[in-house]
T-cell receptor
Framework: KQEVTQIPAALSVPEGENLVLNCSFT??????LQWFRQDPGKGLTSLLL?????REQTSGRLNASLDKSSGRSTLYIAASQPGDSATYLC????????FGTGTSLTVIP | NAGVTQTPKFQVLKTGQSMTLQCAQD?????MYWYRQDPGMGLRLIYY???????DKGEVPNGYNVSRLNKREFSLRLESAAPSQTSVYFC?????????????FGPGTRLTVT
């Protein structure tokens, strides 16, 4: 069974800092990996999707990378802002769909 | 476009009661999903429907049934609710289950079973 782990569980940084969130998975037979943002009491908003044949995707201040062979993905957030405060989840799609437990990010003004 | 909508937003049930959670999407997506989210467990897939007329079990299907009513709607039924089913339930949809398709989520239903 696929296991998806996100470390750290919580992160607090001052505004303006660049930061990296990590996602690891145990089975490299995946179709794609998707990063989401979840605000308290809300649903999930898709940030980036990386197909298994791709190495990275970029959207604005966000950059996600994928290394299938080592079972890792990172989400890089440049010049963090208080509005980036949320929980970030990664999900892998193989023959089923598996989510990590998330990293709760707080950006301090 | 409303995207993915879910009703109700909140629900409190007594043990043994039944209820149906409703989900609809207006993006003409083929595939739809039901997840539950519990503290420390992340989101876990309950059931999914790859296309209209098909449904398949996910990771935690016990205690639930689903119906893909048409292409737009996918409902989740709890026949006899148990306290262990207290959770936040999310519906999602995507164009397909294949690679390269993003999932879009609804706002969730917060269910408490007493």
């Amino acid at each position: 069974k696929q296991e998806v782990t996100q470390i750290p569980a919580a992160l607090s940084v001052p505004e303006g800092e660049n930061l990296v969130l990590n996602c690891s998975f145990t089975d490299s037979a995946i179709y794609n990996l998707q990063w989401f943002r979840q605000d308290p009491g809300k649903g999930l908003t898709s940030l980036l999707l990386i197909q298994s044949s791709q190495r990275e995707q970029t959207s604005g201040r966000l950059n996600a990378s994928l290394d299938k062979s080592s079972g890792r993905s990172t989400l890089y957030i440049a010049a963090s802002q208080p509005g980036d405060s949320a929980t970030y989840l990664c999900a892998v799609t193989g023959n089923q769909f598996y989510f990590g437990t998330g990293t709760s990010l707080t950006v301090i003004p | 476009n409303a995207g993915v909508t879910q009703t109700p937003k909140f629900q409190v049930l007594k043990t043994g009661q039944s209820m149906t959670l409703q989900c609809a999407q207006d993006m003409n997506h083929n595939s739809m999903y039901w997840y539950r989210q519990d503290p420390g467990m992340g989101l876990r897939l309950i059931y999914y429907s790859a296309s209209e007329g098909t449904t398949d079990k996910g990771e935690v299907p016990n205690g639930y049934n689903v119906s893909r009513l048409n292409k737009r709607e996918f409902s989740l039924r709890l026949e006899s609710a148990a306290p262990s089913q207290t959770s936040v339930y999310f519906c999602a949809s995507s164009e397909s289950t294949g690679p390269g398709y993003e999932q879009y989520f609804g706002p969730g239903t917060r269910l408490t079973v007493t």
